[in-house]
């Protein structure tokens, strides 16, 4: 059975299978493409907004860790704004290739909610234990994974400055602008 750190280790890479299978299958249209993009796009702004508030301590790969809980920005109304936004940039990603409908997107649901439902429980065991009564408040309050309306966000972080993001958030920046260029061409070139 795969664990909960090798989902984690690797979550970075296992959305490539995926892509690369609906870049295969993929039957883009201008509508698929529109609107794969605006989603796959919205994902990226939450991504941004939430490497603002945690920094570089989101972009770990080896072990699970936080110096700090961020409760405000993003993560007063999701646990896991990351998530979210990974969630909408590989979904927006399939969108705009729109393969094997509607069986793909089946798969894709299925796959994330495994992977990202073992990373989260992982995490949160982490969380609990390190910041004791102080995350379990925030867990009463804030959703794992849709978001609440208003921020509960308690605390006083300052967003890290946009610069600093997009060089945090550098490599996710390059992969989605590939992904768009590759489902570009295959839809002109096929």
Do not use: C
Request: charged share 15%; aromatic share 18%; net charge positive.
């Amino acid at each position: 059975m795969i664990s909960r750190e090798f989902f984690f280790k690797y979550r970075s890479f296992t959305p490539i299978p995926l892509i690369l299978i609906a870049l295969v299958f993929a039957n883009i249209t201008i509508y698929s493409f529109i609107a794969g993009f605006l989603i796959a796009f919205s994902g990226e702004v939450i991504r941004l907004w939430s490497v603002r508030y945690a920094g570089k301590a989101t972009r770990t790969t080896g072990e699970v860790g936080a110096d700090v809980l961020v409760t405000t920005g993003p993560y007063g109304h999701t646990r896991n704004p990351l998530y979210l936004g990974n969630f909408l940039l590989s979904f927006g990603m399939l969108f705009i290739a729109w393969p094997l409908m509607p069986w793909f997107i089946m798969v894709y649901l299925a796959l994330f909610f495994v992977q990202y439902g073992a990373i989260i429980s992982l995490e949160e065991d982490f969380l609990k234990q390190k910041f004791g009564a102080v995350y379990t408040e925030y867990m009463q309050n804030v959703p794992r994974f849709l978001p609440r309306l208003n921020n509960w966000g308690k605390g006083d972080r300052e967003p890290t400055p946009l610069k600093r993001a997009l060089r945090t958030e550098r490599n996710t920046l390059q992969s989605f602008t590939a992904v768009t260029v590759l489902m570009l061409l295959r839809w002109i070139l096929f």
